[in-house]
């Protein structure tokens, strides 16, 4: 199964349909097994983001000490380990519950390709509230004169499954880097697979931040798009984040010579705090 053939699941048990629908296939007990599209790539790698979601997707169908339906959990916070570049094709994860405790659990997974660990994710989760989901409200737009940034999936395919409009971005690849350290706009993720339920939508948080974590440090170093590599991605949510489709995500970049680091916020639409973000790159230069 592909992450694009998400057909027959709710057969399933609910843990499999829910893994399943992101592409993951149980091969026994706690492994799972994916095939990455290509349309999630950059030129020579599986864009982090995505191979980050993925991981936390897995993971969070863990089986521990207790059945617990995944949908049943929210995310506290996501510790990101990029080990090795992730390719398109086959993955497979190995995932457990580290412990369980009153009000927490510890849940870890391993990506591995051709035998090679390449990314792997310690999550933190609780139960999800038992409060009723907040009332619907009026979808809240980006404004419309803010520019599209369409010319990023001209270089990166994986680009294309996000709408996203500037507030502060650089207009070009051309002009990318122009000194600036901050980086401000509006993001829609388009994958159906990110916007099942509230968990997937924490997952997406996780995409989102590492698609444009480390732009604010190469915004202002002068490093191409092209020669930073993520070492890892933290992210610490907000107690039951409001439900949104569009995400504005503020961010700030310290350059410096080999090892940059970015912390964001991405907000709801309505402005409310949605999750907290650092990361730290590798610039290749």
Known sequence: MTTEDRSDVMDLPVRDAWAGRWGLTRTSGNRWRASISPRWSLPDRVFGGYSAALCCAATLAAEGSEP?????????????????????????????????????????????????????????????????????????????????????????????????????????????????????????????????????????DVAIADAHLLDGVLRSSGTSLTEAF????????????????WRRVQIEGNPSAQYGAARGVVLAADGSVRAWAMQRGMLDV
């Not at 989901?133 to 940034?149: H, K, M, N, Q, Y």
């Not at 001209?154 to 070009?172: G, I, L, M, Q």
């Not at 993520?230 to 439900?243: F, G, K, M, Y």
């Open 68 to 204: 617990v339906e995944p949908e049943s959990r929210q995310l506290l916070s996501a510790t990101i380990a990029f080990l090795a570049p992730v390719r398109a094709g086959e993955i497979e994860f190995e995932v457990g519950e580290v412990r369980r405790g009153r009000r927490v659990t510890w849940l870890t997974g391993i990506g591995r390709q051709d035998d090679r660990q390449v990314i792997s994710s310690t999550l933190a989760v609780a139960p999800s509230g038992t409060d009723p989901a907040p009332a619907s409200v009026e979808p809240i737009e980006p404004p419309a004169d803010l520019p599209t940034l369409d010319y990023l999936a001209e270089t990166w395919p994986f680009a294309a499954n996000f709408d996203e409009r500037a507030v502060d971005y650089p207009e070009s690849l051309e002009k990318f880097c122009d000194g600036s350290t901050t980086i401000d706009l509006w993001v829609k993720a388009l994958d159906p697979v990110f916007c099942g339920d509230a968990l997937s939508e924490q997952v997406a």
């Open 230 to 245: 993520s070492i890892d991605l933290q992210v610490a949510w907000a107690e039951e984040p409001l439900t949104t489709a």
